[in-house]
């Protein structure tokens, strides 16, 4: 049997290592153009009821919907095919954040990287193959509805002595904390929605660890991430 290695970093994608802000802010502009202001607003009301029913983000589910509604007429068939393509075909490697791929390779230095993350199984994954975040970690990819309740599944993948997660939900971070306790240090990027809005981030614990863009963990001493973390949490910079 292999021996387990003595860290493995568990990395999110929206947000953490890709703009998702961003692809939704080029998202909408797009149905705008293609549909109206209305016809937008429809999207996005269905989109959110789809979330809040699912449990994750489903774009081209939420298109489905839309395209099921009374208000969907005939003449908007070809229109929302080329919808879908827009999604599929997105250039997600440009909104990956700056030295995202420079922190992969630096980790895999020190144990072996997994991309854990959230979604649909069609569209999250192609997210992540066209980014360049799959080849990345060699395919070390795991996406869940609710990853915070997969943990189990997780280590039983990917064993190890301790584990780093990244992510920039902190309900995500205090979730799985409670569950791993001491063999698992969080990481908490200030980046995205989530990560800036003060009433949610007053929810929550503060992680372990928290940094200001996820590239500034290339300079960090990621030794310190590798076991136990203090009581206190502290800047990357203090690393």
């Known amino acids: 049997m292999t021996t387990p290695p003595d860290v493995v970093f568990l990395l999110d994608v929206d947000n953490t290592l890709l703009d998702n802000d961003q692809v939704i802010t080029d998202l909408r502009h797009h149905l705008e153009r293609e549909f109206g202001a209305a016809s937008a607003r429809r999207y996005w009301e269905i989109f959110e009821a789809l979330r809040l029913e699912l449990g994750y983000a489903d774009y081209l589910g ?32 440009e909104r990956l954040y700056p030295h995202t791929l420079d922190l992969i390779g630096h980790l895999n230095a020190f144990g072996p990287t997994v991309i854990l993350t959230d979604g649909d199984v069609v569209f999250q994954p192609r997210k992540v193959q066209r ?12 996406i869940y509805i609710h990853k915070e309740l997969m943990l189990d599944t997780v280590q039983r993948h990917y064993p190890a002595r301790h584990y780093v997660m990244v ?31 003060p009433a949610n981030v007053a929810a929550y614990p ?32 203090a690393l």
């Open 167 to 197: 992510d920039d939900k902190l309900r995500v971070l205090t979730a799985m904390k409670n569950v791993m306790q001491a063999r698992l240090t969080t990481v908490f990027p200030r980046q995205g929605h989530y990560a800036l809005d």
């Open 62 to 93: 939420a298109l489905q919907r839309y395209r099921s509604g009374v208000e969907f007429t005939r003449t908007d068939d070809m229109r929302l095919l080329q919808m879908s393509s827009f999604l599929i075909d997105y250039p997600f490697a």
């Open 131 to 142: 980014s360049g975040l799959w080849d990345a970690v060699s395919g070390r990819v795991l």
């Open 206 to 237: 503060a992680a372990d660890y928290h940094i200001e863009r996820i590239g500034d963990l290339v300079g960090g001493d990621i030794r310190a991430l590798c076991g136990p973390a203090g009581a206190a949490p502290r800047p990357i910079t």
